[in-house]
């Protein structure tokens, strides 16, 4: 049963869980403000009072998950340092990590259609997550000879892509894309052939 009653400060919270359940099992357009609010256990007028429509509730969600997300993958990042390959590896392990563990905010993230940018206090987040793997990526292309060193941003882009994919395609448990690989593999995989390209990794390892 919803909790009723909620304090000044809490409400806002409530509400972006309640839309996060939503999110999981509608998606981000397939729920109302006034299911968000009755999740919540508050009369839909109450949602007005701390978002305008239910696309601010979503960026609030996205901006949260950004924050979780940048946590994870800086954490994933110092854990393994001082290696730089493995401190990189390891972020984009942290990229489908946080995708299983946290499916309503990933899809607040990248699938709701809500701009990045929608906000400052959202753009701040998204670039701040986005920020460590190009640190991470900066950091290894350094072993690059610097005629063929792509641009940090490019690196980080390309294995964002390629976590996302994987996301998208293999750990979603959705009907005609079973892998006979799990997606970390796919994933793990798929990394070390592009560093590989990139002269990284040994050939033979």
């Known amino acids: 049963?919803?909790?009723?009653?909620?304090?000044?400060?809490?409400?806002?919270?409530?509400?972006?869980?309640?839309?996060?359940?939503l999110?999981?099992?509608?998606?981000?357009?397939?729920?109302?403000?006034?299911?968000?609010?009755?999740?919540?256990?508050?009369?839909?007028a109450a949602v007005y009072r701390h978002f305008e429509g239910r696309e601010d509730l979503i960026a609030e969600a996205a901006r949260?998950?950004?924050?979780?997300?940048?946590?994870?993958m800086q954490h994933a990042y110092d854990k393994y340092q001082p290696s730089a390959l493995a401190a990189f590896?390891?972020?984009?392990?942290?990229?489908l990590a946080f995708a299983r563990k946290h499916p309503g905010h990933y899809i607040a993230m990248f699938e709701s259609g809500i701009s990045a940018n929608r906000?400052?206090?959202?753009?701040?987040?998204?670039?701040r997550a986005r920020g460590v793997l190009e640190?991470?990526?900066?950091?290894l292309s350094q072993h690059i000879p610097a005629e063929k060193r792509p641009p940090a941003s490019m690196f980080s882009a390309h294995i964002m892509a390629m976590s996302h994919g994987v996301v998208e395609l293999f750990a979603r448990n959705a009907p005609g894309t079973a892998s006979p690989y799990a997606p970390e593999d796919l994933l793990e995989t798929g990394i070390g052939v592009y560093l590989r390209g990139l002269g990284l990794i040994d050939p033979d390892d």
């Open 1 to 21: 049963m919803p909790k009723r009653g909620y304090h000044h400060g809490n409400l806002r919270q409530a509400l972006v869980e309640a839309a996060l359940r």
């Open 23 to 44: 999110i999981e099992i509608k998606g981000p357009t397939g729920f109302t403000l006034s299911e968000a609010a009755k999740q919540a256990g508050v009369t839909p």
């Open 64 to 72: 949260q998950g950004f924050l979780m997300f940048a946590d994870l």
């Open 89 to 95: 590896e390891a972020t984009g392990r942290a990229y």
């Open 119 to 127: 906000t400052p206090e959202l753009a701040d987040a998204a670039n």
């Open 135 to 139: 640190r991470a990526a900066a950091e």
